[in-house]
């Protein structure tokens, strides 16, 4: 059961949380709406798709927004209570630093889980998504760049004879003429625009086209049907191209892939841990940030708590920081394969409670046990 002071401290943490949140999803969406902006004025993405594309990419990278979003909520909440001297209060009532943790941990508990939902299944569903637009799109920009507008191109053995008038600068075709021969009777279609498609995963391939006329039938006869369409799918012989699976990226694998795949080479046993070690981090990260939040908070107002907002600028930033070098080391071999890479998860946490144990409460309260330990503390 939540008592007052857990759903106290939780109402406090989640709506400092939320803020944050919705702050961080801001911010990161502006920066990642201006890149998408970016690669679609280049010509390396489609305009039809860039929603689609920047939904994926916040999908990707929400689930390294939540812990540091937990540690500045958690040291902004507890830090306006001190400032209050609502913590003192509470230690007064009897309740020490474990209770405090105790009612955090009822928060960072399913933070933790979705956390690791967002980590081990939408960032690599995510990713590989992403990954398939990108591909598909340099696909499309292949095919097309060996298109030129006003000649006449061949598929499916000569049975399809393809012409444009123009491409645009979206890389879209202009004034198409098509013409099927693979189906009794013939069809002959004209539209005004349209587009080369590619599936990569399935090998799927297809012309898109847009506004235009289908006429049925055989040169001779006089037995032909007429349609109007606003969009058709003319589908062309599957060539099979699947992509490689070596050409795929570590951060697009299902996670299982990462645990049950046997890599026979060293390179990619390091590669498929580092990635693992990436996804499993940010869950863990919550309890680690968990552990060395409460320390940094001063319990009484008149305690001067610059130093101690230093400490925790640095353990935010060495945090997050080490966690790439860390990765980087087991990846590219410089840091054992025993190792791993989370140990910096530990050394930040070792640093900030070490470098707090000098005035630390608990160290207090065993001095003024120990007059013999705070005398030869004064004569030394």
């Known amino acids: 059961m939540l008592t007052i002071l857990d759903r106290y401290v939780l109402t406090e943490v989640a709506k400092v949380f939320t803020a944050i949140m919705v702050t961080l999803l801001l911010v990161t969406m502006s920066l990642l709406f201006l890149r998408t902006l970016e690669e679609i004025n280049l010509g390396a993405l489609n305009t039809t798709i860039a929603f689609r594309f920047l939904g994926y990419q916040l999908l990707r990278d929400s689930a390294q927004l939540l812990p540091p979003a937990f540690f500045?909520?958690?040291?902004?909440?507890?830090?306006?209570?001190?400032?209050?001297?609502?913590?003192?209060?509470?230690?007064?009532?009897?309740?020490?630093?474990?209770?405090?943790?105790?009612?955090?941990?009822?928060?960072?508990?399913?933070?933790?889980?979705?956390?690791?939902?967002?980590?081990l299944i939408i960032q690599p569903y995510a990713a590989a998504q992403i990954q398939t637009i990108r591909d598909?799109?340099?696909?499309?920009?292949?095919?097309?760049?060996g298109i030129r507008a006003g000649r006449y191109y061949q598929q499916a053995d000569g049975q399809v004879v393809f012409y444009a008038a123009a491409i645009n600068q979206d890389k879209h075709f202009q004034g198409i003429f098509l013409q099927d021969q693979r189906h009794v009777p013939i069809r002959l279609i004209l539209a005004?625009?349209?587009?080369?498609?590619?599936?990569?995963?399935?090998?799927?391939?297809?012309?898109?086209?847009?506004?235009?006329?289908?006429?049925?039938?055989?040169p001779g006869t006089g037995a032909y049907s007429i349609g109007e369409f606003s969009r058709y799918h003319l589908h062309l012989p599957d060539n099979n191209t699947l992509l490689p699976v070596a050409t795929r990226k570590q951060s697009s694998k299902p996670t299982r892939d990462l645990f049950t795949t046997v890599e026979t080479t060293m390179t990619m046993q390091r590669a498929n841990r580092a990635e693992l070690e990436h996804r499993v981090a940010n869950p863990i990260a919550v309890f680690a940030l968990l552990l060395i939040a409460i320390p940094l908070i001063t319990l009484s107002p008149r305690h001067a708590g610059n130093g101690r907002w230093l400490l925790a600028f640095f353990a935010y930033f060495a945090f997050f920081n080490l966690q790439r070098l860390a990765e980087n080391w087991l990846e590219n071999g410089v840091s054992p394969l025993w190792l791993g890479s989370l140990w910096y998860q530990i050394v930040v946490v070792v640093i900030v409670i070490a470098a707090l144990v000098p005035s630390s409460f608990w160290l207090k309260r065993l001095e003024s046990f120990n007059p013999m330990l705070r005398s030869s503390q004064l004569h030394g």
Do not use: H, K
């Open 72 to 119: 500045v909520s958690t040291l902004m909440a507890l830090g306006r209570m001190a400032r209050d001297s609502e913590l003192i209060a509470v230690q007064a009532c009897g309740i020490g630093t474990l209770g405090l943790y105790r009612a955090l941990l009822y928060f960072a508990i399913p933070l933790a889980i979705l956390t690791a939902w967002l980590a």
């Open 192 to 218: 005004e625009a349209g587009y080369y498609n590619e599936n990569l995963e399935t090998g799927e391939r297809s012309i898109v086209l847009y506004n235009g006329r289908r006429y049925d039938g055989n």
């Open 136 to 145: 598909l799109q340099q696909e499309q920009a292949t095919q097309i760049a």
